[in-house]
């Protein structure tokens, strides 16, 4: 019953911007750690940030730091990415994952295609 379904993604150029969006429903956000990975054709999946549900404190990977920025608002029940100054090694699938505690099943979305081309 739970779903995490991802949007926003798109074909941009480099140097543009996108917000991708992760919303949620048979869960409530406000009680999870939530975070973004990305996946590119052919590579392994890659964490690329997170946002505690306590302290609405974010962590970014190095290749995103100062560019991506990731924000929740629970009372839609919604996660974002907002991700400027996209370079192509930014294109990928997006995923959306709430990270359940004492849990091996956190809950994934299926993902929003991003490529950025010239």
């Known amino acids: 019953q739970v779903q995490l379904v991802e949007s926003g993604g798109g074909l941009v150029q480099p140097g543009g911007s996108l917000r991708l969006s992760c919303k949620g429903s048979?869960?409530?956000?406000?009680?999870?750690?939530l975070s973004w990975w990305r996946q590119e054709l052919g590579k392994e999946r890659e964490w690329v940030a997170c946002n505690s549900n306590v302290d609405d404190g974010t962590n970014y990977a190095n290749s995103v730091k100062g560019r991506f920025t990731i924000s929740r608002d629970d009372a839609e029940n919604t996660l974002y990415l907002q991700m400027n100054s996209l370079k192509l090694e930014d294109t990928a699938v997006y995923y959306c994952?709430?990270?359940?505690?004492?849990?091996?099943?956190?809950?994934w979305g299926q993902g929003t295609q991003v490529t950025v081309s010239s």
């Open positions: 048979g869960i409530t956000f406000g009680r999870y750690a």
């Open positions: 994952k709430a990270f359940i505690p004492r849990s091996d099943n956190d809950y």
